[in-house]
């Protein structure tokens, strides 16, 4: 047989304190609840940003002896502060800055909506183009061998240089076939060989002298679409005929009295195997 044992009542003072310590333990937990946690770190912000500011000493030419009293009378401030020397400079007054005046407002009102797009706005180039440097070898008169083209390997006379940077060369085109052109610098080589151009005038000529004149197309009907129209060859204009015997006149009779000068310049310039560029002297 078991024997079962009943437990006693509880003393009535246990009772009292047990129920004592749930009282406080529920006071405590309602202040938690209406007291929001706040971290260390935000009270360390909290100090941080309520500790005073540093104060910096200011500057003066004036300390002041007590609070309200400076070391220095006024007058003695007056020529301190150098304050004379910029009266007596703008005849005894002191100089007055007027206000600037206030900006006008736009006649046109700016537009309230704007388009989707960006609309792109060209940029203000303010470049001046400088005048093309003349190499040191190429001098009026100088001859001049052509590098590229369609007179390639060609010898020509050069006249000027015209506004554009470009050279003004002729071959005469009696001698060898090169008539009235502009050259580049870059594609010739200069020779140590020259003519007198003196007696030769060439201020008429120019970069507007050279351009082509532009023509409208004309329209074609549907008759002429069909139909095979042999197209009108184009005359040289006998002005500029003109213009290429008067200064090839004048270059061949200076040509002619320097012996084998014509023949120079009629023949056309090419290396051969055995020849070295760099070692050439023109």
Known sequence: MVKTTTSASPRPELMAAVTGDEKDRDKSADLVEAEPWVGPSRR????????????VARKTRNPDLIRGVGKYSRSQM???????AIKAKHGGVFPRHDAKPAAEAPAVKPPKFYPAEDVKKP??????????????????GTVLII???RFKGKRVVFLKQLPSGLLLVTGPFKVNGVPLRRVNQSYVIGTSTKVDISGVNVEKFDDKYFGKAVEKKKKKGEGEFFEAEKEDKKEFPQEKKDDQKSVDALLIKSIEAVPDLKTYL????????????????F
């Open 266 to 281: 009629a023949s056309r310039f090419s290396l051969r195997s055995g020849m070295k560029p760099h070692e050439l002297v």
């Open 44 to 55: 360390r912000r909290s100090r941080v940003a309520m500790a005073p500011k540093a104060r």
């Open 147 to 149: 590098l590229a083209g």
């Open 123 to 140: 940029l203000v180039n303010k470049h001046k183009p400088k005048p093309t440097k003349l190499r040191a070898s190429i001098t009026p």
């Open 78 to 84: 007056y020529h301190k502060r150098g304050l004379w």
